[in-house]
Nanobody
Framework: QVQLVESGGGLVQAGGSLRLSCAAS????????VGWFRQAPGKEREYVAH????????YYADSVKGRFTISRDSAKNTVYLQMRGLKPEDTAVYYCGAGAISSSDPRQYLYWGQGTQVTVSS
């Protein structure tokens, strides 16, 4: 079992930055790939980025490529999502998930956090 807690969300103006954190406890977090997803009101959960268990490979949705950076600190059992150049369309609840398979498909993720709200004003 892995417990995930997201933090770092908030209200920011367009063009601003935020860094989200996904802190894990429980089973060895470093065994899992970690993905960030987001969900806006009335929309399905959308893939944002993911990182392999080793941290060696990172992947991004086209909509955030070049603006967002995912990274992990195994010593702190934490995965980060650095977001720059934020746009109003980035507004959503952001969730992190942990899974055995590195994937952009949310169905591959076994454990989820409760989410953190990101709001970008124009």
């Amino acid at each position: 079992q892995v417990q995930l807690v997201e933090s770092g969300g908030g209200l920011v103006q367009a063009g601003g930055s935020l860094r989200l954190s996904c802190a894990a406890s429980g089973r060895t977090f470093s065994d899992y790939a970690v993905g960030w997803f987001r969900q806006a009101p009335g929309k399905e959960r959308e893939y944002v980025a993911h990182i392999t268990w080793s941290g060696r490979y990172t992947y991004y949705a086209d909509s955030v490529k070049g603006r967002f950076t995912i990274s992990r600190d195994s010593a702190k059992n934490t995965v980060y999502l650095q977001m720059r150049g934020l746009k109003p369309e980035d507004t959503a609840v952001y969730y992190c998930g942990a899974g055995a398979i590195s994937s952009s498909d949310p169905r591959q993720y076994l454990y989820w956090g409760q989410g953190t709200q990101v709001t970008v004003s124009s």
